[in-house]
């Protein structure tokens, strides 16, 4: 090695001279010029959060943070034919998509995403990185007049959608995330009143049992129809189901819905508590071919569904001073706020008692 300016020979890595004094700076090491079609990388002026840029072709893949981010997303779509990647249609990012994710959720939940999918036809031959804001408002406008949850289930599909073409390079923001839905209106939640009680408990019937089972319990109708015998245990039930916390979570059972719980882990034919019930096994059955036709003949208002017994059993855990930290577990859910801000529904008496002693 020699010295950059005395032109002696020096011990290699040496950091200076020691016949001039000369520091030695060392060779910048050239970046790797990646090869012909593989794309650029260059970096924006001015104070930016995402500055280094990634383009393939003149076409911008992304904007990115870090420069490293940056080329790794050119090396991902190494070998690809880019045009037909960035060309894709809604339709076949659709596709894409549902082929990752249908694999991870129920029938029904595929069900509502491929309804939800053929509201957005207008779309489906439209390249996805062409779409706006304004695209997906248009269609999502026409149906405002939807439940909230049915609206709320299409900006959910487009915003995954759109997730995902992220993460595969085809577009750069998720532009789904600004459409606006309808504003939601609260409103309080209906229960079943000590008087529409005593009707199912003077029905007698099977079909007044079950309804009298979620009331005694708060379980959704989905947890008690899929519970199995083996979590039956008298004075409470392991069973449960939708989020992590509610899943095989322990319920009791409050006294005056013992007897029913009881009645049908006697008549059990099969692995199910509910296996021996003379009607509907399936829930979605029992609704339409039993609950309904039982509000009817007992008087009582068909706005009330069996979600309704939910609310009810909240309620009266509520009144009868049941702790929040015991509720929010015996209803499933991961926060207390989803419990007080859904499932609570406090009458006059109890909103009065309550201030008495202040």
């Not at 090491?29 to 930016?48: C, D, E, I, P, S």
């Not at 789904?176 to 209906?190: D, H, N, T």
């Not at 003949?297 to 059993?313: E, M, Q, S």
Request: hydrophobic share 30%; net charge positive.
């Amino acid at each position: 090695m020699q010295c950059i300016k005395c032109r002696e020979e020096i011990p290699a890595g040496g950091s200076y001279c020691p016949f001039c004094g000369k520091k030695q700076a060392p060779e910048k090491r050239k970046a790797l010029k990646r090869t012909n079609g593989m794309g650029t990388v260059y970096k924006l002026q001015g104070r930016r959060k995402r500055p280094w840029v990634a383009a393939k072709n003149r076409v911008i893949i992304g904007y990115y943070e870090k420069k490293q981010e940056a080329q790794e997303a050119l090396e991902r779509l190494a070998g690809k034919d880019l045009t037909e990647r960035y060309n894709m249609t809604f339709k076949e990012v659709f596709e894409e998509w549902k082929k990752e994710h249908y694999k991870e959720i129920t029938a029904s939940g595929k069900s509502s995403y491929d309804r939800a999918y053929d509201v957005f036809e207008p779309l489906h031959d439209r390249k996805f990185r062409s779409l706006k804001t304004a695209d997906f408002q248009a269609v999502i406008d026409q149906h405002m007049s939807k439940t909230n949850s049915t609206v709320s289930k299409y900006k959910q599909l487009i915003t995954q959608m759109s997730t995902w073409a992220m993460r595969e390079e085809i577009i750069t923001t998720n532009l789904a995330r600004f459409v606006k839905l309808p504003e939601q209106k609260k409103c309080e939640k209906q229960i079943f009143t000590d008087e529409e009680i005593k009707r199912f408990v003077d029905d007698g019937s099977e079909d007044s049992m079950i309804v009298l089972m979620l009331i005694y319990t708060g379980m959704r109708i989905g947890e008690l129809f899929s519970l199995p015998l083996t979590g039956y245990h008298k004075t409470y039930v392991v069973g449960g189901e939708k989020t992590e916390a509610g899943r095989n979570r322990v319920i009791p059972i409050m006294p005056m819905g013992r007897t029913y719980f009881e009645h049908f882990a006697k008549k059990a034919s099969g692995e199910m508590l509910l296996s021996g019930y003379e009607g509907e096994h399936i829930s979605e059955n029992y609704r339409k071919r039993a609950y309904y036709p039982l509000l009817d003949r007992l008087g009582i208002d068909r706005a009330k569904t069996p979600h309704t017994a939910r609310h009810t059993y909240t309620s009266m855990a509520v009144k009868a001073g049941m702790q929040p930290e015991i509720l929010q577990k015996v209803l499933g859910h991961a926060s207390y706020e989803t419990t007080a801000n859904i499932y609570t529904h406090i009458d006059i008496e109890t909103l009065v008692k309550a201030v008495e002693n202040c």
